[in-house]
């Protein structure tokens, strides 16, 4: 039996500020972080990001082919975990992980409440879903010149990032959990903030501000030392035990960011940095669904508690239009591998991978240039470098295909699988796989044009 | 093993995506070493780095106040994230190729 640490309690926040904490970062986040920042962290609201690009046409094509849930039931456990301490003393919670159903999400919170004993108002948020409003010959795919009609045939999903605007109004009418689909994962820190202190979407400097919290927020653990850590100049101290962030927010919109004392990880200006710029092309004009922001005069301060002060996040205009995120059927992917070790290994798996791409051409009659070759080891993560260490103690080839033919994905797995005795000595280990993928494609819709709704329950 | 100085001694950074485009934060430790990094990463570098043909697509943006950088590689990610077939189709490994960048040379 494994002993649970002690439970870990922040002080609470001090008069007049609000305490938002972020429940995960991603959909396969961890949970225990979450429940013990529930449990101890003295928050006001708990926002759970669950919703990757890709994630809400899966959904919608599994909802639609009765495959699945349109949702991502792994919020049911954060929520078992998270929602008793946050219920108990008047937190609100947001997630987005209704994903392409946050009516059936809601439904099930509904079912959960009630095995837990809990009175919840809860509400979704829909409209974000336009697959039905958008007109395709009107609508661009972002850098390309073709339009939405000329992959008509693939169409899986169509979601527009709407803002905090729906969220807001769900926790105005009295919401305790938010449930929305594809909304800006800002959003969703937004929401509650604008809620507890007035804020109107159209002051578009309190969006910037409250969106600062959200950005910074977002990624949970990447805020506290995770994905930070190295060797040498970036040890972070007992990573294992990593804690998740909160902010305590004053009404001016400047926040303090803080974790939970004795948890594990590191929060100081280099990590705030990280978080802050990364995935940003241009910091003076991020957009999102509520407000371009200029993040290019933020201000960060280390405190001497430990924890560090952002401010100054200024607004720089609102887009006029939503981006749309377009789920497109996009074939398989295959991905067969095999490892070599010992003297020579790189040159053995090289003359593997061109045996494979005879066969392809000669045997199978395909183009073997539709097939990619990396050496995991060497160059698999940048099969473009060329001035890899060529000479590693052992190697995996890895070899993939893209192909609407799923007969040619399997030919590839086959292919590799009989290298075991027909190719190269001493090869091992192989493994393959063949999947369904989902492609995104981007489009933009006019701001009017999506009609959000809000259901409670 | 090249003992050469690289921009992994002196800053650190963090790799994101947009679409086909690698984006990645960079950052010296020292506010001092701001000028010495700003003179390494230029567009011809990184393209050289990270092998990209045209230098002219890739965007160097220095946030002064912040002491820091946010570069743009274009067309980096084969494809991108739901494209790509690579072992790291987000590309987030490529901070720490740009780390790997020699300083002298």
Redesign the interface.
Known sequence: MSTAPPQRHAGPASPGMFRIGVGAGFAGDRMQPADELARGGGLHAMAFECLA??TIGVAQQARREGTGAGFDSRILRRFSGTLPALLGTGAVVTTNAGAADPIGAAAATRELCECLGLDARIAAVTGDDVLGAIDLTQSRI??TDDTLWDIRDRLVSANAYIGAGPLIEALDDGADIVIAGRCSDAALFVAPLAHHFGWQTDDLEAMARASLVGHLLECAGQLTGG??A?TG??RVDRLWDLGFPLADVAADGSATYAKLPGTGGVLDR?TV????????????AYRTPDVTID??????REREDGAVDVDGARAAGRPEQLKVSVGVR?GY?A?AEIAYSGQGCVARAELAADIVRERWEHVHGMDPDAL?V?Y?GVD???????NADRHPSEVRL?M???TFDRPAAVTLCEEVESLYTNGPFGGGGVTTSVRE????V?TMIDRSAVQTKVTMS | MSTARTLGDIAHARAGDKGDSSILFLAPYAPSDFALVRAVITAERLAEHFEVSDATGITVRAVEELCAFSIVIPHRLDGGVTRSTTADPHGKTLSGHLLSLELDR
Do not use: H, M, N
């Open positions: 690009e890709r972002l850098g994905y930070f190295d100049r970036k280099r940095l990280e978080q802050l710029l990364y995935e940003i092309d241009d910091p003076a993040f290019s005069r933020v201000r960060i996009d992917v991905v990619s990396g995991i698999a993560t940048r099969p473009w470098w060329r890895r993939s295909l893209r993928t989902l492609g995104i981007s």
